[in-house]
T-cell receptor, first 115, second 114 residues
Framework: AQKITQTQPGMFVQEKEAVTLDCTYDTSDQSYGLFWYKQPSSGEMIFLIYQGSYDEQNATEGRYSLNFQKARKSANLVISASQLGDSAMYFCAMREDNQGGKLIFGQGTELSVKP | GAVVSQHPSWVICKSGTSVKIECRSLDFQATTMFWYRQFPKQSLMLMATSNEGSKATYEQGVEKDKFLINHASLTLSTLTVTSAHPEDSSFYIC??????????FGPGTRLTVT
Protein backbone atom coordinates (compact mmCIF):
# COMPACT_ATOMS: atom_id res chain seq x y z
CA ALA A 1 0.00 0.00 0.00
CA GLN A 2 1.12 3.52 -0.74
CA LYS A 3 2.41 5.23 2.35
CA ILE A 4 2.06 8.72 0.90
CA THR A 5 -0.52 9.61 -1.72
CA GLN A 6 -0.78 12.78 -3.73
CA THR A 7 -3.78 12.51 -6.00
CA GLN A 8 -3.25 15.68 -8.04
CA PRO A 9 -0.64 15.12 -10.76
CA GLY A 10 -1.04 18.71 -11.93
CA MET A 11 -2.64 21.88 -10.63
CA PHE A 12 -3.17 25.34 -12.04
CA VAL A 13 -3.65 28.47 -9.97
CA GLN A 14 -4.00 32.11 -10.84
CA GLU A 15 -1.31 34.42 -9.56
CA LYS A 16 -2.15 35.93 -6.14
CA GLU A 17 -4.73 33.27 -5.37
CA ALA A 18 -4.43 30.49 -2.79
CA VAL A 19 -4.02 26.84 -3.70
CA THR A 20 -4.25 23.61 -1.72
CA LEU A 21 -2.14 20.58 -2.57
CA ASP A 22 -3.48 17.34 -1.19
CA CYS A 23 -1.54 14.68 0.67
CA THR A 24 -2.76 11.63 2.56
CA TYR A 25 -0.59 9.18 4.42
CA ASP A 26 -0.77 5.75 5.90
CA THR A 27 1.04 4.67 9.03
CA SER A 28 0.34 2.69 12.16
CA ASP A 29 3.10 4.47 14.05
CA GLN A 30 2.24 7.10 16.65
CA SER A 31 5.40 9.13 16.15
CA TYR A 32 6.06 10.47 12.68
CA GLY A 33 6.73 13.65 10.78
CA LEU A 34 5.28 15.08 7.61
CA PHE A 35 7.21 17.28 5.22
CA TRP A 36 6.58 19.29 2.11
CA TYR A 37 9.31 19.99 -0.43
CA LYS A 38 9.39 22.12 -3.55
CA GLN A 39 11.43 20.95 -6.52
CA PRO A 40 11.93 23.51 -9.31
CA SER A 41 13.19 22.47 -12.72
CA SER A 42 16.78 22.74 -11.46
CA GLY A 43 16.14 19.62 -9.38
CA GLU A 44 17.10 20.91 -5.96
CA MET A 45 14.84 19.90 -3.10
CA ILE A 46 13.69 22.92 -1.13
CA PHE A 47 12.25 22.27 2.33
CA LEU A 48 9.01 24.17 2.89
CA ILE A 49 7.31 23.03 6.06
CA TYR A 50 7.22 20.32 8.72
CA GLN A 51 4.48 18.92 10.95
CA GLY A 52 5.13 16.47 13.76
CA SER A 53 2.49 13.93 14.64
CA TYR A 54 2.22 15.27 18.17
CA ASP A 55 2.01 18.91 17.13
CA GLU A 56 -1.42 20.24 17.98
CA GLN A 57 -1.13 23.43 15.98
CA ASN A 58 -0.97 23.45 12.19
CA ALA A 59 2.49 24.42 10.99
CA THR A 60 2.96 27.71 9.18
CA GLU A 61 5.98 29.17 7.38
CA GLY A 62 5.34 32.47 5.67
CA ARG A 63 2.95 31.86 2.78
CA TYR A 64 2.92 28.12 3.46
CA SER A 65 0.65 26.40 5.93
CA LEU A 66 -0.03 22.75 6.53
CA ASN A 67 -3.60 21.66 7.14
CA PHE A 68 -3.01 18.67 9.40
CA GLN A 69 -6.00 16.43 10.02
CA LYS A 70 -4.65 13.53 11.99
CA ALA A 71 -7.83 11.47 12.18
CA ARG A 72 -8.20 11.66 8.40
CA LYS A 73 -4.45 11.14 7.91
CA SER A 74 -4.15 14.13 5.67
CA ALA A 75 -1.50 16.84 5.52
CA ASN A 76 -2.48 19.28 2.82
CA LEU A 77 -0.22 22.17 1.87
CA VAL A 78 -1.82 25.57 1.44
CA ILE A 79 0.06 28.22 -0.49
CA SER A 80 -1.42 31.68 -0.10
CA ALA A 81 -0.99 34.54 -2.57
CA SER A 82 0.61 32.38 -5.28
CA GLN A 83 3.56 33.81 -7.17
CA LEU A 84 4.94 32.91 -10.59
CA GLY A 85 8.03 31.53 -8.84
CA ASP A 86 5.88 28.97 -7.07
CA SER A 87 5.57 26.98 -10.30
CA ALA A 88 7.35 23.70 -9.53
CA MET A 89 6.87 20.10 -8.42
CA TYR A 90 5.71 19.71 -4.85
CA PHE A 91 6.34 16.57 -2.84
CA CYS A 92 4.78 15.44 0.40
CA ALA A 93 6.95 13.10 2.48
CA MET A 94 6.70 11.16 5.71
CA ARG A 95 9.31 10.08 8.20
CA GLU A 96 8.33 7.33 10.60
CA ASP A 97 10.45 7.81 13.68
CA ASN A 98 11.25 4.12 14.11
CA GLN A 99 12.55 3.79 10.53
CA GLY A 100 15.95 5.39 10.90
CA GLY A 101 15.07 8.79 9.54
CA LYS A 102 14.34 7.89 5.94
CA LEU A 103 11.76 9.86 4.02
CA ILE A 104 9.05 8.27 1.91
CA PHE A 105 7.79 10.56 -0.83
CA GLY A 106 4.46 10.92 -2.54
CA GLN A 107 4.11 10.99 -6.31
CA GLY A 108 4.26 14.74 -6.48
CA THR A 109 2.04 17.52 -7.79
CA GLU A 110 3.14 19.83 -10.58
CA LEU A 111 1.91 23.32 -9.81
CA SER A 112 1.64 25.93 -12.53
CA VAL A 113 0.94 29.52 -11.58
CA LYS A 114 -0.75 31.57 -14.31
CA PRO A 115 -0.13 35.33 -14.64
CA GLY B 1 21.20 26.46 6.80
CA ALA B 2 23.40 23.41 6.46
CA VAL B 3 24.92 22.65 3.07
CA VAL B 4 25.23 19.35 1.27
CA SER B 5 27.18 19.16 -1.95
CA GLN B 6 27.24 16.57 -4.69
CA HIS B 7 29.90 16.01 -7.28
CA PRO B 8 29.63 15.87 -10.17
CA SER B 9 26.43 17.79 -10.89
CA TRP B 10 26.11 15.97 -14.18
CA VAL B 11 27.99 13.18 -15.90
CA ILE B 12 27.80 11.37 -19.21
CA CYS B 13 29.40 7.96 -19.45
CA LYS B 14 29.55 5.06 -21.85
CA SER B 15 27.65 1.87 -21.26
CA GLY B 16 29.71 -0.62 -19.26
CA THR B 17 31.78 1.91 -17.37
CA SER B 18 31.48 2.82 -13.68
CA VAL B 19 30.63 6.22 -12.27
CA LYS B 20 31.25 7.55 -8.77
CA ILE B 21 29.07 10.24 -7.22
CA GLU B 22 30.17 12.02 -4.05
CA CYS B 23 27.92 13.47 -1.37
CA ARG B 24 29.47 15.76 1.23
CA SER B 25 28.06 17.57 4.22
CA LEU B 26 30.06 20.79 4.26
CA ASP B 27 29.40 22.30 7.66
CA PHE B 28 28.07 19.51 9.82
CA GLN B 29 28.69 15.87 10.61
CA ALA B 30 26.14 13.59 9.06
CA THR B 31 25.18 10.62 11.14
CA THR B 32 23.24 9.16 8.27
CA MET B 33 23.13 9.78 4.55
CA PHE B 34 20.46 8.65 2.14
CA TRP B 35 20.60 8.04 -1.60
CA TYR B 36 17.55 8.61 -3.79
CA ARG B 37 16.89 8.09 -7.44
CA GLN B 38 14.45 10.10 -9.51
CA PHE B 39 13.28 9.46 -13.06
CA PRO B 40 11.80 12.36 -15.07
CA LYS B 41 8.41 13.49 -13.82
CA GLN B 42 8.48 10.89 -11.06
CA SER B 43 8.98 10.87 -7.33
CA LEU B 44 12.15 10.29 -5.34
CA MET B 45 12.71 6.64 -4.59
CA LEU B 46 14.95 5.75 -1.68
CA MET B 47 17.78 3.47 -2.77
CA ALA B 48 19.78 3.02 0.41
CA THR B 49 20.62 4.31 3.86
CA SER B 50 24.26 4.90 4.63
CA ASN B 51 25.81 5.13 8.09
CA GLU B 52 29.43 6.04 8.66
CA GLY B 53 31.62 3.02 9.20
CA SER B 54 28.99 0.42 8.49
CA LYS B 55 27.48 -1.26 5.48
CA ALA B 56 24.68 0.49 3.69
CA THR B 57 21.12 -0.75 4.03
CA TYR B 58 19.52 -1.13 0.63
CA GLU B 59 15.83 -0.88 -0.14
CA GLN B 60 14.06 -3.84 -1.62
CA GLY B 61 14.73 -4.21 -5.31
CA VAL B 62 17.96 -2.19 -5.34
CA GLU B 63 20.96 -4.19 -6.54
CA LYS B 64 23.72 -3.96 -3.95
CA ASP B 65 26.42 -5.05 -6.38
CA LYS B 66 25.40 -2.49 -8.94
CA PHE B 67 25.02 0.50 -6.65
CA LEU B 68 27.98 0.45 -4.29
CA ILE B 69 27.76 2.82 -1.37
CA ASN B 70 30.68 3.74 0.84
CA HIS B 71 30.32 6.04 3.82
CA ALA B 72 33.97 6.75 4.54
CA SER B 73 33.56 9.54 7.07
CA LEU B 74 30.94 11.62 8.84
CA THR B 75 31.01 14.10 5.97
CA LEU B 76 31.36 11.91 2.88
CA SER B 77 29.33 9.18 1.25
CA THR B 78 29.88 7.88 -2.28
CA LEU B 79 27.60 6.05 -4.68
CA THR B 80 29.27 4.08 -7.45
CA VAL B 81 27.14 2.89 -10.33
CA THR B 82 29.02 -0.11 -11.67
CA SER B 83 28.79 -1.35 -15.26
CA ALA B 84 26.32 1.39 -16.06
CA HIS B 85 23.61 0.85 -18.66
CA PRO B 86 21.27 3.33 -20.33
CA GLU B 87 18.47 2.34 -17.95
CA ASP B 88 20.62 3.64 -15.08
CA SER B 89 20.30 7.13 -16.53
CA SER B 90 18.56 9.12 -13.82
CA PHE B 91 18.80 11.95 -11.32
CA TYR B 92 20.56 10.83 -8.15
CA ILE B 93 20.05 12.87 -4.99
CA CYS B 94 21.66 12.41 -1.63
CA UNK B 95 20.57 13.76 1.72
CA UNK B 96 22.39 14.02 5.00
CA UNK B 97 20.97 13.96 8.49
CA UNK B 98 22.48 16.00 11.27
CA UNK B 99 22.67 14.95 14.90
CA UNK B 100 19.50 17.00 15.42
CA UNK B 101 17.69 14.74 12.89
CA UNK B 102 17.32 17.53 10.36
CA UNK B 103 17.71 16.29 6.81
CA UNK B 104 19.42 18.34 4.10
CA PHE B 105 19.43 17.50 0.43
CA GLY B 106 22.23 17.79 -2.05
CA PRO B 107 21.63 19.49 -5.42
CA GLY B 108 21.56 16.17 -7.28
CA THR B 109 23.61 14.51 -10.00
CA ARG B 110 22.23 13.90 -13.45
CA LEU B 111 23.64 10.70 -14.93
CA THR B 112 23.33 9.92 -18.63
CA VAL B 113 24.61 6.58 -19.89
CA THR B 114 25.11 6.35 -23.65
Amino acid sequence: AQKITQTQPGMFVQEKEAVTLDCTYDTSDQSYGLFWYKQPSSGEMIFLIYQGSYDEQNATEGRYSLNFQKARKSANLVISASQLGDSAMYFCAMREDNQGGKLIFGQGTELSVKP
Amino acid sequence: GAVVSQHPSWVICKSGTSVKIECRSLDFQATTMFWYRQFPKQSLMLMATSNEGSKATYEQGVEKDKFLINHASLTLSTLTVTSAHPEDSSFYICSATSQHREQYFGPGTRLTVT
